[in-house]
C-alpha cells in the first residue's frame, strides 16, 4: 500500500509518471527482470518505483515513529546497494523540518551515507511531499 501511496503522491508532486514496480523473485535471468529493472543500481535489485530512467526505494517504519529509525532506514539503503534515490514514508503527524535536518545530518555524518544516496524526499502522512535533497 505504501509503495502505491507514494506513487500517486509523487505523481501528483512531479507532474508525471510515477511506475510501480513488480515485485517477484529474484532471477537475474528471467526476462522481467531485464525488462523491468534495465538500468537499476546494482543487477539483482528490485527498487519500488521507477520516475523516468531513475530508481527510487521507498523506506518507511512500524509503530510508532522515532529519529533513530532514519539512521536505519539510510544504512538499509547503502549496505543493500538499493537505490541512489530514498523516499521516507512517514505515517504519522511529524515535524517535517525535524526530520528533514535529522536526514540531512545523518546523511553528512557518513561518508558512505553522502557518496552513495542522490536524492531524498518525504512523503508524509496526507500524502504531500517534502524535497530534502
Given at each position: 500500500?505504501?509503495?502505491l501511496?507514494?506513487?500517486?503522491?509523487?505523481?501528483?508532486?512531479?507532474?508525471?509518471?510515477?511506475?510501480?514496480?513488480?515485485?517477484?523473485?529474484?532471477n537475474?535471468?528471467?526476462?522481467?527482470?531485464?525488462?523491468?529493472?534495465?538500468?537499476?543500481?546494482?543487477?539483482?535489485?528490485?527498487?519500488?518505483?521507477?520516475?523516468?530512467?531513475?530508481?527510487?526505494?521507498?523506506?518507511?517504519?512500524?509503530?510508532?515513529?522515532?529519529?533513530?529509525?532514519?539512521?536505519?532506514?539510510?544504512?538499509?539503503?547503502?549496505?543493500?546497494?538499493?537505490?541512489?534515490?530514498?523516499?521516507?514514508?512517514?505515517?504519522?503527524?511529524?515535524?517535517?523540518?525535524?526530520?528533514?535536518?535529522?536526514?540531512l545530518?545523518?546523511?553528512?555524518?557518513?561518508?558512505?551515507?553522502?557518496?552513495?544516496?542522490?536524492?531524498?524526499?518525504?512523503?508524509?502522512?496526507?500524502?504531500?511531499?517534502h524535497?530534502?535533497?
Amino acid at each position: 500500500m505504501d509503495r502505491l501511496f507514494c506513487a500517486k503522491s509523487l505523481a501528483k508532486h512531479l507532474e508525471t509518471e510515477v511506475y510501480v514496480t513488480p515485485d517477484f523473485a529474484t532471477n537475474k535471468d528471467d526476462w522481467r527482470y531485464k525488462y523491468f529493472f534495465k538500468g537499476v543500481h546494482k543487477w539483482g535489485k528490485q527498487p519500488d518505483l521507477k520516475i523516468g530512467d531513475a530508481f527510487w526505494e521507498i523506506k518507511s517504519y512500524e509503530r510508532k515513529f522515532k529519529f533513530g529509525k532514519l539512521s536505519a532506514m539510510m544504512q538499509n539503503i547503502v549496505r543493500g546497494e538499493q537505490s541512489t534515490n530514498m523516499i521516507v514514508r512517514l505515517n504519522h503527524e511529524v515535524n517535517i523540518e525535524n526530520v528533514k535536518h535529522s536526514l540531512l545530518n545523518r546523511l553528512n555524518s557518513s561518508a558512505k551515507n553522502k557518496a552513495y544516496i542522490r536524492k531524498i524526499s518525504i512523503v508524509d502522512k496526507a500524502g504531500a511531499i517534502h524535497e530534502v535533497l
